[in-house]
């Protein structure tokens, strides 16, 4: 059951420019959000996140987007910068602890 | 580094077997977390224990099970193992919530031959 998708399996982006990650979710239940990030053969680390109760958290170059209407967040990386290049996971979380995890986004920025 | 350590960092074994991943939290972190990732499901959180008691169960088959021991370090238990099964297995841990940031080991790459 894919609660959460994120329908980009890839996503190349120049330096410099504007990286959007997208994710969406289908149980309106989700009341938190998460984007982590990935490098190959290490952990998942813990980027930003988002309550249900907000629609937009800053934190940096990284800005997530919550459309609670259209079940959809996006994260923003501005200005891009190789160092980003990881495969990014968006997580959702509902009142029942439940946590759903999408597939994940490789983004590769290139110099 | 997070402070999270997983041990083993490899394993390989055989259909049918069964492995133990043992986790240690960061100093001061109550609630560990285990999750899954394949290369066909992708990340999937397992189960969390926080302060020696479950917490949250995700999508965590039958044939595995988890504890938190007093000394707050975890173990995830899988049985009677498929070739499926082969995946890493992350820990993390965080002060209290689910939704509290969580850091995460490095993992434990299974392979079930």
């Known amino acids: 059951d894919q609660q959460v998708k994120q329908n980009s399996p890839s996503l190349s982006v120049q330096e410099g420019r504007i990286s959007i990650l997208n994710c969406d979710y289908t149980n309106s239940m989700f009341d938190y959000f998460l984007w982590y990030k990935k490098y190959p053969a290490e952990g998942p680390t813990f980027l930003i996140s988002?309550?249900?109760?907000?629609d937009k958290n800053e934190d940096g170059r990284f800005t997530v987007f919550l459309n609670k209407s259209a079940k959809h967040l996006s994260l923003h990386i501005v200005p891009s910068q190789p160092g980003d290049s990881a495969v990014y996971f968006c997580a959702a979380i509902n009142n029942n602890n439940d946590m759903r995890f999408g597939a994940g986004t490789r983004l590769t920025v290139k110099p | 580094d997070s402070g999270v350590t997983q041990t083993p960092k490899h394993l390989i074994t055989a259909t049918g077997q069964r492995v133990t991943l043992r986790c240690s939290p960061r100093s001061g972190d109550l609630s560990v977390y285990w999750y899954q990732q394949s290369l066909d499901q992708g990340l999937q959180f397992l189960i969390q224990?926080?302060?020696?008691?479950?917490?949250a169960k995700g999508n965590i088959l039958e044939r595995f099970s988890a504890q938190q021991f007093p000394d707050l370090h975890s173990e995830l238990n899988l049985s009677s193992l498929e070739l499926g099964d082969s995946a890493l297995y992350f820990c993390?841990?965080?002060?209290?919530?689910?939704?509290?940031?969580?850091?995460f080991g490095p993992g434990t790459r299974l392979t079930v031959l």
């Open positions: 224990y926080y302060n020696g008691e479950e917490r």
């Open positions: 993390a841990s965080s002060v209290d919530r689910l939704a509290d940031t969580q850091y």
């Open positions: 988002i309550s249900s109760i907000k």
